[in-house]
């Protein structure tokens, strides 16, 4: 998919999985194989009780600076010059670039339900801009947490039949690549990494945290 992204425009595609799949290691390890010319912008939040319009012109107002231009229209067509927009790691987890700041993803653990206008308002302005998104690839990280009984969970994956409609809702409008692996590439997954475990072991921690390597890779690091 990734690929393509050199020869063709007007791409919009969301990445998911659940939480532990390594979907941000997949994506920055795939373009730096490619080598493409990616616009990765990052978003700091200063204070968790911004409201959904505030923290929508925060994003905009922090492209513009960016990306040196005076209106959002401008936005659009600055973007165009490169290979895709990859809206990731640091807009959704900024935390771990400024302790004092922190990203999208957190703002929207936190505020929960209070969180969903931000996003129909970026969806609105997907529409409301379609024609210049033609020219434009963006590639976008995503997940949905929320926090029951203090786990985090997935709206898009952890939830059956509602993330199976809810998924199936946005592949109409845009493409949909979700991340998982089985448990036999999970147990493959580990052993590269922590080659003298024993793959019985990895098993059991399969059981606990399921086909999740980020989740056993951070138990086996803390065993030892």
């Not at 080598?35 to 409201?51: E, H, Q, R």
């Not at 960016?66 to 987890?93: C, H, M, R, S, W």
């Not at 985090?152 to 979700?178: A, G, H, P, R």
């Amino acid at each position: 998919m990734f690929l393509s992204l050199k020869n063709r425009k007007g791409r919009f595609v969301l990445i998911i999985g659940t939480p532990g799949t390594g979907k941000s290691a997949n994506i920055y390890s795939a373009l730096k194989i490619l080598d493409l010319n990616i616009y990765d912008p990052t978003l700091f939040l200063d204070n968790m009780k911004m409201s959904s319009s505030e923290v929508f012109g925060e994003f905009f107002k922090t492209l513009r600076l960016d990306l040196g231009v005076k209106t959002n229209e401008e936005i659009y067509q600055k973007v165009a010059e490169y290979d895709a927009v990859l809206l990731a790691d640091k807009l959704l987890d900024s935390e771990f670039l400024d302790e004092n700041k922190f990203g999208l993803s957190l703002w929207t653990e936190n505020n929960g339900i209070n969180a969903f206008p931000f996003y129909i308002k970026v969806f609105r302005e997907y529409l409301k801009h379609r024609k210049d998104l033609e020219k434009v690839n963006v590639v976008i990280q995503t997940a949905f947490m929320v926090k029951i009984g203090g786990v985090k969970y997935d709206l898009l994956t952890d939830f059956s039949i509602l993330s199976m409609i809810l998924v199936f809702l946005m592949n109409l409008f845009f493409e949909v690549i979700q991340i998982s692996y089985s448990e036999e590439e999970t147990v493959q997954i580990v052993l590269n990494s922590f080659p003298n475990v024993d793959e019985e072991e990895i098993r059991s921690y399969i059981v606990k945290y399921g086909c999740k390597p980020r989740f056993i890779f951070e138990a086996l690091e803390k065993r030892d």
